[in-house]
């Protein structure tokens, strides 16, 4: 524990915080991933800056009527202040070291800033196997490497979890009779992990990935070199490209029925696509909506039959086949209008709602990993049997790889088969 942080109570908060001049508070609480993430960059943070800003933790649990009173409603969250004006971002959930630097910047004399961000220690780190992605893939690679008493460290720009933290309920992986949440089934995966020895790096902005040679930076103040790498970057939602979609991505254009379902409650939602994530998830929404209508451009739905039956018998979900959007309006704060084409007729109708989401289908996170992957038609890693890629010791695992189908088993499936063959490649 560093001895630059001090760690307050709400009788404190006000001799310490608000006339303390510039200080930076934590409400942490146990038992919580996103707490300990955040202690691992916290704690180097405050080595670098402790001189001029006074780091400083509270435990939300046992200050809870302070946390609710200051607007903060989950752990960790960051707060900054500036002689007792609260200035900056209130930062929460997976945060990211350069969104602390950013913020402890605002507390600084310009002279400094400079001065202290020299002062940083690169640290440079090695490993038997470094695993690129904290889904069930690379969580699969890391449990196996790291049982086999191989030095395995995990890499992701967010939290653990992959694409199945954010899905509200895994009704298909094997070993539970009932469905269980997605964020909680991998929260087992990433704690069996840790258990067994891998280190984790995660909510972190992985910088630079040299694969040939074997190195990732992250957070621009760690090189790690490691003998294996396995990409286990997963794929994100494909975007239609339609005007409008990006500008109001967040203000009524979601990806997400999990993270977004919530806000609407009663209202009329449109969701795009047909296949089996937007039935699946039209049927979570009407949880919440008022009404569901999915518009697919098709005849006839993509999805598997018991979804569809089950979407069918709905009263809450309606359908307008053969149509395809062309643009999304928005009206107050949130997208109100579509404006859908007919394909049979071409003409242009306007669709009235409260909020869209889009289910048009996966690509592979291969943005920042470059191109010197041979790639299938689609854009997915072509990998042989055992997961190897054609470059020499690195591994593609779970949905960035070509496969015929993409769900948690196949993913966890691939970790298994690349991890053993890394063991034995290693022993010999
Ligand atoms: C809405 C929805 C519902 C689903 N429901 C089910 C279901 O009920 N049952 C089922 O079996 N499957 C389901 N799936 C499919 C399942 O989620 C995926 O097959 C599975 O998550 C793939 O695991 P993965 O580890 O390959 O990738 P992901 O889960 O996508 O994880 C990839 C990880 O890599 C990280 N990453 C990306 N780029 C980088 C980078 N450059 N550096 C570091 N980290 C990076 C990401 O942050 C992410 O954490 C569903 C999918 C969706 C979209």
Known sequence: MSESIRYITAADYD???LKGGTVVLDFYSTECPPCEALAAKYEPLSEIYGKNIKFMKIFRQENRELAVKL?????????????GERVGEQLSGGIKRSEIVKNLEILLPENRKAELRSSVVLKDSSCDVLVLGAGPAGLAT??????????????DKELPGGQVKVTHLVSNYPGFSEPIEGYMLMHHMSEQAKAAGAEFRVAVDVTDIDLLRKKVVIDGVETIHAKKIIVATGSSPKHLGVKGEREYKGQGISYCATCDGKFYEGKDIIVVGGGNSAIEESLFLTKFANSVTIVHQF?????????????????????IYEHEPREFVKEGTSVRKVIAEDLKTKQLKTLECDGVFIFAGMKPNLEEIGSLFDLDQWGYIKTDALSHTNIK???AVGDVATKHCRQITTAVSDGTVAAVTISKELDE
């Open 393 to 395: 010791d690195v591994f």
């Open 142 to 155: 890391a449990i196996y490497t790291a049982q086999a008493k191989l030095k395995t460290i995990v890499i």
């Open 71 to 83: 607007g903060v409603l989950s752990s960790p969250t960051l707060l900054f202040y500036k002689n």
């Open 299 to 319: 005849q006839k739905l993509q999805a598997n039959k018991t979804a569809q039956q089950k979407a069918f018998a709905n009263p809450k979900i309606k359908f």
């Open 15 to 17: 001799e310490a915080v």
